[in-house]
């Protein structure tokens, strides 16, 4: 059974900073690109980060310079790194495996003005 598990979120000031984590099992984590989505109240998903088996990463322009990705694949982890944190990055936050094929259930993050 495949599980996407994320962590970290929160309320937080804009400015500030948060880590999200994601713990997967149930696939070989270590070949399968991972990322990062996010769904504001209203909105569609949208892409935010990836990181490829090799550890080629990209970035959606709205988070470029603010945002980290990066994973363990001994942890079977991936992380988002957010810092300078804007209001308008108020989402829930999904990890993803594959192209995607996988989702997490999504963590919540809050930024106050």
């Known amino acids: 059974q495949v599980q996407l598990i994320e962590s970290g979120g929160g309320l937080v000031q804009a400015g500030g900073s948060l880590r999200l984590s994601c713990a997967v099992s149930g696939i070989i984590f270590g070949i399968k690109p991972m990322a990062w989505y996010r769904q504001a109240p209203g909105q569609q998903r949208e892409f935010v980060a990836r990181?490829?088996?090799?550890?080629?990463?990209n970035y959606a322009d709205s988070v470029r310079g603010r945002f980290t990705i990066s994973r363990d694949n001994a942890q079977r982890s991936v992380y988002l790194q957010m810092s300078k944190l804007k209001p308008e990055d108020t989402a829930t936050y999904f990890c993803?495996?594959?192209?995607?094929?996988?989702w997490g259930k999504g963590t919540l993050v809050t930024v106050s003005s």
């Open positions: 990181i490829a088996a090799g550890g080629i990463t």
């Open positions: 993803a495996s594959g192209n995607p094929t996988y």
